[in-house]
């Protein structure tokens, strides 16, 4: 099995099981300060990465595209509070855009 | 009928109406990530895959950015069920208004727990609303979502030029809508919220040149979280 397999496998057999563990371990073991901590706080950390890594790197270099002003266009349509999917469709129009002119 | 009786079918009605509208909306992102995920390396059937059994959208979406990004297995699996640890407590705070049976229909309900199911029954007038919003909504979520995944992924195959950075500008997009809801001022503790994801994302460009691909990102949130992102 490929190591791409496994690591499909393995997180969707992870991610089910923490599904799984909310509706059967007793409240108090997740209302626990650590873990209430660990919930709120690492997806901001872990999501603000991922848009810097996939924004600006390429292998282990940093790089300035379109896809940085993508994620500029992407940023003034949230905070206009414009839908998810028009968002989507602003950010790749862009990136688009700037292939064809570069 | 009385105003009551017709109050609750209206009631009926506003969740049914919700809850399939909610399938609709996130289909179409779920087209984008089956393609995000064939433009990573993956292949169709991966794609599939993670829709069908992982179907919790961050997470996949950070697996498969994870391995794009050239990282390996442990870094994609850790980043994902990180961000899956959310579904826990949802779980947590669905028990009280869904009741689920034990068994085989616990199951079943545990893989339809995500952001969206969650807010709808949450969001419910009462429980039997709330049972009818989840199991609706998140009927319709999967669905849409496994179905647009497939779309998605097929469709990525014959992306090039100008699509093919449409594409790439997509993903990180995806992520930053991801995450913004938490920076609002909506969220609990916004401004605690802003400094982690700013941490986050100033140590994972600063480590993307010294560390192999994809272990920057695993690095971020264990460096902010050592500097005390839950401190207090």
Redesign the interface.
């Known amino acids: 099995m490929s190591a791409t397999w496994i690591a499909v496998l393995a997180g969707c057999l992870g991610c089910y099981l923490l599904k799984l563990a909310g509706l059967s371990v007793p409240a108090a073991w997740v209302e626990h300060p650590v873990v209430r901590r660990v919930v709120d706080f690492v997806p901001a950390a872990l999501l603000a990465a991922l848009v810097a890594v996939q924004a600006a790197t390429s292998g282990s270099d940093l790089v300035v595209d379109g896809r940085l002003a993508a994620l500029a266009v992407a940023a003034l349509a949230l905070a206009l509070r414009a839908p998810f999917v028009v968002v989507l469709l602003l950010a790749g129009a862009t990136g688009a855009g700037i292939h064809l002119l570069g | 009928m009385t105003d009551e009786v017709t109050d609750a079918a209206a009631a009926r009605r506003a969740t049914i109406r919700d809850a399939l509208g909610l399938g609709v ?1 996130v289909g ?2 779920g087209a ?1 990530f089956g393609a995000a995920a064939v433009a990573a ?2 292949d169709a059937w ?1 794609a599939c ?2 829709s069908l ?4 959208g ?2 996949q ?3 498969v ?3 794009g ?2 990282g ?2 442990l870094a ?2 850790g ?14 705070r ?2 009280p208004l869904l009741q ?1 049976a034990r068994g085989l229909r ?2 079943g ?3 339809l ?1 995500i952001d969206e199911s969650t807010a709808l029954a949450l969001a419910a007038p009462d429980r039997a609303n709330a049972r009818l919003a989840f199991t609706l909504g998140g009927g319709s979520i999967f669905l849409g979502w496994n179905v647009t995944t497939l779309l998605g992924a097929l469709g990525a195959d014959a992306l090039t ?3 093919l ?16 809801p ?2 609002q001022r909506t969220w ?2 916004p401004a ?2 802003r400094r ?10 600063a480590l ?3 560390v192999p ?1 994809g272990v ?2 695993i690095a ?2 264990a460096a ?2 050592l500097a005390g ?2 401190r207090r």
């Open positions: 909306a179409l992102y984008a390396g993956l991966q895959a993670l059994l992982m179907f919790t961050a997470s979406f950070a697996l950015g994870v391995l990004a050239g390996g297995a994609a699996v980043s994902a069920v990180l961000l899956g640890t959310r579904n826990t407590i949802y779980g947590v669905l028990v689920p616990r199951l309900t545990a893989h727990v030029g100008p699509w950075a449409a594409l790439d500008a997509v993903v990180p997009a995806a992520f930053l809508a991801l995450l913004w938490r920076l609990a503790e605690a919220q982690v994801a700013l941490g986050g994302a100033v140590v994972a460009l993307t040149p010294v691909a920057q990102v971020a949130v902010v979280a992102g839950w």
